[in-house]
């Protein structure tokens, strides 16, 4: 969990992926949307994309990408980032963040 943490340090939004997965697009082009410039980390393209993927899971992420991180903070998947969004909650985490600036 060492390696993720210094992975999402003193960056406001970070996004685990993979290339190829389509929730992970869906979820960086919404945060993407809404002007955020988030840290997106492909697992399937990092040399320790492996051991990245073992921390995200014993964090709790099932399945592990797409893996989103907001102030340093794990939220979760595509169900909590969804969840957040439906409820009008997404847009005010990312300002407190710094990622966004309305």
Known sequence: MEVVTRMV????????SRATCCMSHTIKTLISGFGANPTVYELDQ??????????????????SVPAVFIGQQLIGGPNQIMTLQVKNQLVPLLIRAGAIWI
């Open 9 to 16: 340090a003193d960056r406001p939004v970070v996004i685990f």
């Open 46 to 63: 990092l040399q320790e994309g492996q051991q990245v993927e073992r921390a995200l899971q014993r964090m709790g992420c099932k399945p």
